[in-house]
């Protein structure tokens, strides 16, 4: 397999994804985001295109069966800001569509709007990614990003044109956004989500570098909680799970209430998940 492989190569003890496949048009990231966890790739920050992705995408798709599932994106947006020039993503879609496959975008890349129509023709579901809804905080968390809003304009137009939506509310920062919850979850709702998964923030040697320098003060608070009573799981730092239990406990309780499922995103606390996914992609028909 060439560009399109099997999801989660490293068999992490935490995921509970259904069996699916991955693919991601494009190398690399514009969004920058601080949190990112796909900077293991060279130059990740600076998003480049594939050269013959879609000649790649086809021939791959001889070797996979029919129906299988393919989410778009596990590193790289497939929705970034040089997507809207070069339109690789629409072009990967339309060979997903022609070989019958089941597809879950995930992106926070609001111009996907542009692609509701071959959506629409085909198995999909939508997750959009948001973790904050105040401009101030999502400038120097996702720099290059859309803002919350717009996100959530997308939502609302995904679920009018009844294309399966749901939201990724990741990550959650204690200190910083956790004050959010009730908020993001009731304009999930009112957006049309029907279906959140969520996670909080896993620190990683260069995240926590980045996470310091654009917010100190935070990073001061959160620090004894990540090195000192927190785990080491594979290569990432976690919150102690008591303090991961009672913030997605909060997520999970704002679900209920508004009757949307909910679950973890490898967190190891199953009992919270009320959802037949955790991705979304039990969305799809």
């Known amino acids: ?150 996100r959530l304009d997308l939502v609302k137009s995904l679920s009018k044109e009844d294309i399966p939506v749901g939201i990724r509310f990741d990550p959650i920062f204690p200190y910083l956004t956790e004050d959010e919850i009730p908020r993001i979850v009731e304009k999930a709702n009112e957006a049309g989500a029907e279906h959140i998964v969520s996670s909080t923030f896993k620190a990683r040697g260069d995240s926590w570098k980045r996470f310091k320098l654009g917010f100190p003060d935070t990073a001061k608070k959160l620090k004894e909680l990540y090195f000192e009573k927190g785990e080491k799981i594979d290569n990432s730092y976690y919150l102690p799970e008591g303090k991961r239990k009672e913030i997605l406990g909060k997520v999970a309780e704002e679900c209920e209430e508004h009757g949307i499922p909910f679950a973890t995103c490898r967190e190891g606390l199953p009992t919270l998940t009320t959802s037949q996914s955790c991705d979304g992609s039990h969305l799809m028909s």
């Open 1 to 150: 397999m060439d560009v399109i492989r099997k999801f989660d190569p490293w068999d992490g003890e935490l995921c509970t994804c259904p069996e699916k496949y991955s693919l991601n048009p494009y190398t690399g990231c514009g969004h920058r985001c601080i949190y990112c966890y796909s900077t293991y790739i060279p130059n990740f920050f600076e998003s480049r295109r594939k050269k013959d992705i879609v000649d790649r995408v086809k021939k791959d798709l001889q070797k996979i069966p029919k129906g299988s599932l393919v989410s778009l994106s596990n590193s790289s947006d497939p929705y970034l800001p040089m997507d809207r020039k070069y339109e690789d993503t629409r072009r990967c879609l339309e060979a997903l569509k022609d070989g019958r496959m089941k597809v879950l975008v995930v992106t926070k890349g609001v111009h996907l709007k542009r692609d509701i129509d071959i959506l629409k023709e085909m198995d999909a579901a939508v997750t959009i990614s948001i973790c904050t809804l105040k401009d101030e905080i999502k400038q120097k968390l996702e720099p290059n990003a859309p803002t919350g809003q717009k």
